[in-house]
């Protein structure tokens, strides 16, 4: 598009803001082949989002920002790094009330504040900020001189969280009321307050510097903080207060800020810490533990993220969890912890000492205690890295039940219909919120609540897919009734075709096994050109859909699907949905079924994988070639011991199911639990290779399991050598 020089603009002519461009509803993607200049903003968004990729003029204009005014998102937006910040006005708000939406602000993204202009993310909506170490995210004032009000979370029950996000120039920087906020490895600057917890919210804060600011943290009222650094430490300097604890009435309760670091090695100013001559600390604030030199920053806990999942689950159903982690180390273990909707966090493990190499594990949804809570149920996978740091991310969930199908359609959907066209639909002996799901996007959108009458008439949304499904959710059964997909396109005269693809592998009828590798494959082909590929994956016959990686590249038409250990599931399907330059999207495979057997005929491949630890071991134990670790055979891993130890004596070798890192000093970095199950082998001679029989049996295929080398010397005692992670495999 070409819009130029627009110069009549007159402010307060029109409610659309200042650009030429005005963005409503969801996502856009504005592409390259545009000009757009002499305006005072290049567009405005009103409601809608940016996604990645999108190209903003970075000159020509009053000023070169993407404009947000009076914004109220609905549905699910993306604010995509662009060459130029967002511009958020006073005024802008989002998610002010039960049908607001989701705002997802992509690593790298900065946005400039007016001054007094706040995000507020309250009851159901969600403001996700999520960072990396090298793209964070800049929330920042427009102005240096003159504060923003801050992100604000108000009675909001989505487990807000903002990771790596520099927070700077605001009156309040973050503010948990009624909600329950976690801050991991963000700044906090120059703000009149970096963060605070008033009326029953609470604040979660790990590995984030906290500097300069007039006061750091602060808990006022019924609010709480959790300051306490292990084991991610947090850093505290230049601040007027550091931490500010505010008791109004009742009984104090300590908020805890032990593991800290507050700008000198004598720990925080504070009653309990007489002679300290860091950071000022004042109310009942747990000090006494900090400690003397800043925490490493350049050490970055773990990144972990989850693909999408559906939004409600049904208990007793199977899920496999999937993420991804990355870390400037290494990563010694996960595990996976679960919180009921009656609780908030409440979490707790579930699933403990599973693999540093895995990157999938399947669970059971759990069947919760009825309660009057109506916050998500939630999975949190924990990943740890060799310093003992940790990362995490949170799935959210409902608990439901799937109904049988109860629409009984007016309006013909089993040959598609046309965005704009009108539609009814009827259906009997249930009501409740009426949704049009669009699959493709996992995005839902809201029809009307609590509808008495069985009958909606509208029009068909603006969306292109072939995974369109009307939802009624029943509150009152806690269940959930689907349409079957239809078709949504939009009219002819767009000009542009849907891509056309065609999933062809798996096949129906395939078996597979627990730990096994499914190859997808596909063909595709599209009339102007492609955009990418994401692959999702239903555990329970096609009911509900969940993300197996998303943003797969337009030349890419292949993906092996490892699937996680596994007692068997009948019925499992695997689909690829194609989107083209305008987004517009098409699937394959839903109709697809195949299964995972438990123990099934096909190869697993076996993963070796050396691990040092931190303080690092001698890399003596070394992989082997040519002999992987497979069921059947004898893996015969062995010591060098050219360099480690020349004179040992013996050679051990540990074999465990849960991996560790724990220090030991001069014998090393033990690598093992030795608090769970393990073997202890002996070799023949030192350097000998070891005799590790694993069973030929398929509960074994694409188990993880830790090994470590120890020699004793005559004179030294015991060493440890580096670790071996493996995945055993089937020929």
């Given at each position: 598009m070409a819009i130029d020089y627009v110069t009549d603009y007159q402010p307060g002519e029109t409610d659309y803001g200042q650009g030429p461009i005005s963005l409503f509803g969801s996502n856009h993607m504005l592409g390259p082949n545009n000009s757009i200049?002499?305006?005072?903003v290049p567009l405005t968004l009103r409601g809608g989002g940016l996604l990645p990729g999108s190209v903003v003029p970075t000159s020509g204009n009053q000023q070169n920002v993407?404009?947000?005014?009076?914004?109220?998102?609905?549905?699910?937006?993306?604010?995509?790094?662009?060459?130029?910040?967002y511009l958020w006005r006073e005024g802008s708000a989002f998610g002010d009330g039960d049908l607001s939406g989701i705002v997802e602000v992509e690593p790298g993204t900065r946005i400039l504040f007016e001054p007094s202009a706040e995000a507020l993310a309250s009851f159901h909506s969600r403001f996700n900020a999520l960072g990396t170490p090298d793209a964070p995210i800049v929330l920042e004032a427009a102005d240096p001189a003159q504060p923003w009000a801050g992100i604000r979370y108000k009675g909001n029950d989505r487990r807000p969280k903002l990771e790596h996000c520099i927070v700077r120039g605001a009156e309040i920087g973050v503010v948990a009321s009624d909600s329950y906020v976690r801050l991991e490895s963000c700044l906090l600057e120059q703000n009149d307050f970096g963060a605070t917890a008033a009326q029953f919210g609470t604040l979660e804060v790990g590995k984030t510097r906290i500097l300069d600011n007039a006061i750091g943290a602060r808990a006022t009222g019924l609010g709480s903080a959790h300051l306490e650094a292990d084991p991610n430490p947090n850093w505290f300097e230049g601040n007027g207060i550091a931490v500010q604890s505010e008791v109004l009435s009742g009984e104090p309760v300590e908020d805890e800020a032990q593991g800290a670091y507050w700008g000198g090695a004598d720990g925080p100013q504070h009653p309990s810490n007489p002679g300290g001559s860091g950071d000022l600390v004042e109310g009942p604030v747990g000090v006494l533990r900090f400690l003397a030199t800043p925490p490493d920053f350049d050490d970055h806990p773990p990144v972990v993220r989850v693909p999408r999942i559906t939004s409600s689950l049904e208990p007793g159903s199977k899920l496999h969890l999937r993420w991804t982690v990355e870390d400037d180390g290494e990563i010694v273990s996960h595990r996976i912890e679960y919180s009921a909707h009656g609780d908030n966090p409440g979490l707790a493990p579930i699933v403990e000492g599973i693999s540093g190499l895995a990157r999938s594990f399947e669970v059971t949804i759990p069947d919760p205690v009825p309660s009057s809570n109506i916050n998500p149920s939630a999975f949190r996978i924990v990943a740890v890295d060799d310093a003992g740091q940790e990362g995490w991310s949170d799935v959210l969930f409902f608990d439901a039940e799937y109904g049988e199908q109860p629409f009984a359609f007016e309006t013909d959907l089993s040959s598609g219909v046309t965005v704009g066209q009108p539609y009814s639909l009827a259906w009997g002996g249930v009501w409740g919120n009426l949704y049009l799901q669009l699959e493709d996007l996992?995005?839902?959108?809201?029809?009307?609540?609590?509808?008495?009458?069985?009958?909606?008439?509208?029009?068909?949304?603006?969306?292109?897919?072939?995974?369109?499904?009307y939802a009624l959710f029943c509150a009152g059964e806690d269940r959930w009734y689907f349409s079957d997909n239809f078709e949504l396109r939009p009219h002819?005269?767009?000009?542009?075709a849907p891509p056309m693809v065609a999933m062809t592998s798996p096949s129906a009828g395939d078996a597979y096994h627990s730990g096994g590798i499914v190859a997808v494959t596909w063909t595709v082909s599209d009339d102007e050109a492609l955009r990418g590929f994401d692959l999702q994956a239903s555990y329970d016959g096609g009911r509900t859909w969940h993300w197996l990686i998303d943003d797969l590249p337009a030349t890419q038409f292949a993906y092996d699907w490892r699937l996680s250990s596994s007692d068997g599931i009948a019925d499992v399907r695997v689909r690829v949905i194609a989107r083209d330059r305008r987004v517009q999207a098409s699937s394959d495979g839903s109709d697809v079924v195949f299964s995972i057997d438990g123990c099934g005929n096909q190869a697993v491949q076996p993963v070796q994988v050396v691990r040092s630890g931190l303080p690092a071991n001698p890399a003596a134990l070394q992989p082997t070639t040519g002999a992987e670790p497979v069921v059947g055979s004898i893996w015969s891993p062995s010591i060098d011991h050219s360099t480690f130890e020349?004179?040992?004596?013996?050679?051990?070798?540990?074999?465990?199911?849960?991996?560790?890192?724990l220090p030991l000093g001069v014998e090393g970095t033990l690598l093992c639990d030795l608090g769970g199950p393990f073997v202890l082998l002996s070799a023949t001679a030192p350097g000998a290779p070891f005799a590790v029989g694993l069973p030929d049996t398929c509960t074994l295929v694409g188990a993880?399991?830790?090994?470590?080398?120890?020699?004793?010397?005559p004179t030294a005692g015991i060493r440890l050598t580096n670790g071996l992670d493996i995945l055993v495999g089937q020929p």
């Open positions: 200049a002499g305006n005072p993407a404009e947000f005014l009076d914004n109220i998102a609905r549905g699910v937006i993306d604010l995509g790094a662009l060459d130029v910040p996992g995005t839902f959108v809201d029809l009307g609540y609590g509808l008495e009458q069985p009958m909606f008439s509208d029009r068909v949304p603006a969306a292109s897919t072939d995974l369109a499904r002819p005269w767009i000009g542009d020349p004179g040992a004596v013996a050679d051990f070798l540990l074999v465990g199911a849960i991996p560790a890192n993880y399991l830790t090994c470590q080398g120890a020699a004793l010397t």
